[in-house]
């Protein structure tokens, strides 16, 4: 038997300082979320998402993110079975579920068997934060990047996504809400990247950034120069400009199964806190 949905409504602006300590609670783990509602507060078509509320006793315990991604945040199990309900209610429109791991694996067995089966479930992914300047020294050839650069990163982060997902970012539109999504990165001073001979060889970007923490994102070495030990040092100048300028804590999550990857994030400094799950459609 699920939970009932009593216990489950839809947010409003009312609820912000109850909204707040859950995000507080944990604002690396948070931050996608945390960075979605300090950005569009409860518009929801600005935030391009519903925001819902779990409550015990009258208490706003646990929230789940509703939109083109399903992220549950502070979930209990008894929030997480909650929340699966109210999304079978509303029926799928998301293209993954994410964030901690046992909030997400409850959610996912209710799902499951309503939505079939996922195109990939990544089921421990560990989830990484450090709050100290990086290990090692960052590679003084990484820098951000130029807004004349574009055509170049987006090449380089199309191919980052498709290797990444299983799927190429520009079957949907021909690309044009990824093209815009990297320039933004752009703009923001957020996207990183080796330039050789005006290609990238190796980039990242501070994908997610509240004040508390930021996440780096879509790290990736060209194919032909895995091997050269390119990824940790690019990775160090991401975050060694995120700890100065951004906020004080950077995160990433990897999959447990990338062997190089978490080699390379051990070596910036980059220390387990948490275990993410991913489950995509």
């Not at 944990?26 to 507060?41: E, L, Q």
């Not at 560990?126 to 820098?143: E, G, W």
Request: charged letters at 25%.
């Amino acid at each position: 038997m699920l939970q009932t949905t009593d216990q489950v409504r839809l947010l409003r602006g009312s609820d912000l300082t109850a909204i707040r300590r859950i995000l507080d609670a944990d604002p690396a783990v948070n931050a996608f979320v945390d960075a979605r509602v300090r950005a569009a507060g409860f518009d929801p078509r600005r935030m391009g998402a519903q925001l819902w509320g779990y409550e015990e006793r009258g208490e706003l315990v646990s929230l789940c993110y509703a939109g083109a991604n399903l992220v549950p945040v502070g979930a209990t199990r008894a929030a997480a079975l909650a929340f699966a309900e109210r999304a079978l209610q509303h029926g799928r429109t998301c293209s993954s579920v994410w964030g901690p791991r046992d909030a997400v694996a409850t959610i996912w067995q209710v799902l499951e068997p309503v939505w079939g089966r996922a195109r990939g479930v990544r089921a421990v992914q560990p989830f990484l934060t450090m709050r100290s300047q990086p290990k090692i020294a960052p590679d003084p050839r990484v820098r951000r990047v130029r807004m004349d650069e574009l055509d170049a990163l987006y090449e380089a982060s199309v191919a980052f996504f498709t290797e990444e997902l299983g799927v190429s970012p520009e079957e949907r539109d021909g690309g044009s809400y990824y093209r815009a999504r990297v320039a933004d990165l752009i703009r923001r001073g957020y996207a990183f990247a080796r330039f050789e001979n005006g290609e990238v060889v190796a980039k990242a970007e501070i994908g997610i950034a509240t004040p508390r923490a930021f996440q780096v994102q879509g790290v990736w070495v060209r194919p032909d120069r895995r091997g050269e030990g390119l990824a940790a040092p690019c990775v160090a100048a991401v975050v060694s400009a995120g700890l100065r300028e951004v906020a004080p804590v950077a995160s990433l999550y990897v999959n447990d199964f990338n062997i190089p990857a978490r080699r390379a994030y051990a070596r910036v400094g980059f220390t387990q806190t948490a275990t993410f799950m991913t489950v995509l459609f």
